[in-house]
DNA sequence: GTTACAAATGACCCATGGTCATTAAGAAGA
DNA sequence: TCTTCTTAATGACCATGGGTCATTTGTAAC
């Protein structure tokens, strides 16, 4: 590959991100199922049959919208990781991290619901590999403090198997967002404020990591 | 309301039910999602517009659906919990049960998944009522088996809020399955069977549940 | 038989996802 | 500089499917 189809290459990929941005832009304004391509392509500043070219369809572009997600929550995640001491702190940090990502970045938290609810296809197109792997990504992270935990004992020592441990938190705390989303009526009537219920359920999923005997972490 | 009038309005209702079972059958076959208005009136042999004459819109026959499912669901809670001795054993025992419900009648789950991720309105149609009072009855079954735990010892005798308690653990195994359904292939990467998975997670989340001190139920 | 009213329908509109033949742009070769 | 080839980009087009509406059909009341 010489030096212009480099070049040719590079600004394929700059038009691909400047279309993604554009979809952010459009998703975060119209939402993101109401959205339509048409308007995509509009703040893109580009024909719509371009878009088609980039993207095989509607789907693939949420996707990209969700690997961009995956991988900044990654980040948030590690900045978390960070800040905590024990295994334990480390854990319930990357759980209010998502809640606090989902807040902040509605539009991304939908694209990984959308992920979330598609139905599974057989053959993997690219973009849906790149979710995989930014989702692996994520899941590594955890996994990390989980073994922090393990190690310090702020965590219980016979969780046996890290990755079932880390679907099932980031399954838990998916659904919390999630139900929080759409209950927020529901939840008013019981007189509960969305906070109280994460803080709450956080704090019960936390529990089923604690250690037999008696004190969490720090 | 004579008698005449009285008989319109049941046939009224047994037509938008007849409605609601073509739609049960062609989301079963077509999928949730891909399900067209037309074939559920082909379905139902009646007309297109006759359907919008019944329900506003699609999204209001999908939740009729919901409400059927949530009712069913309640029913086999009801079950799950007069089978089981203990508080504890009562909760597992919905936990696995919304496993089964949504393996044996994967159409009512997503319609139930489809309620769970849809944006919140502002006024509450009719239906949406319905769908918020099969709710709020699934969740009185749950409520009632932790209340059970918590006089019989079996479960921690400091949850504090009964309904949080319950809405947390609706929102896990929601999130469960949700994932376990589409992240399928991801889990097979890892060799883990989906039911090796669930039993883990629902494990998990019980733990979150038990009293300090030792055992479990039974 | 006529009127009044509710149930039911066919025809229509239009938004939107997706495709395709064609054109514009620019690098390569004469 | 003109021609050619490749690829980015486009406008026009099609199909589907949700939702609406004027009109018809059926039936009870008078």
Chains 1, 2 share one sequence.
Not at 3 to 14: F, L, P, T
Not at 43 to 69: C, I, M, T
Request: proline share 3%; hydrophobic share 45%.
């Amino acid at each position: 590959m010489d030096a212009i189809q480099k070049r040719r290459a590079e600004e394929k990929e700059q038009r691909r991100e400047a279309i993604i941005d554009a979809a952010e832009q459009v998703f975060a304004d119209t939402g993101f199922d109401r959205a339509t391509i048409d308007e995509v392509a509009r703040q893109a500043r580009v024909s719509r049959a371009l878009v088609y070219l980039y993207f095989k369809n509607r789907d693939e572009l949420q996707l990209a919208v969700g690997v961009r997600a995956l991988r900044l929550l990654r980040e948030h995640f590690l900045a978390a990781v960070a800040a905590e001491d024990s295994g334990y702190d480390k854990v319930a940090a990357c759980g209010h991290t998502y809640l606090r990502f989902a807040a902040e970045h509605p539009t991304y938290f939908a694209a990984l619901s959308h992920f979330e609810s598609r139905p599974a296809t057989e053959a993997l197109t690219p973009t849906e590999s790149e979710m995989f792997a930014a989702g692996r990504a994520v899941h590594e992270v955890m996994i990390a403090a989980l073994e922090t935990g393990i190690a310090d004992g702020s965590l219980r020592s016979d969780i046996d198997d890290l990755w079932l441990t880390s679907l099932s938190l980031w399954a838990f705390t998916h659904g919390l967002i999630q139900l929080g989303r759409t209950k927020a009526r529901f939840m008013s009537e019981l007189d509960v404020a969305t906070d109280t219920f994460f803080d709450y359920a956080i704090d019960m999923a936390m529990r089923g990591l604690q250690p037999p005997k008696p004190a969490p972490g720090a």
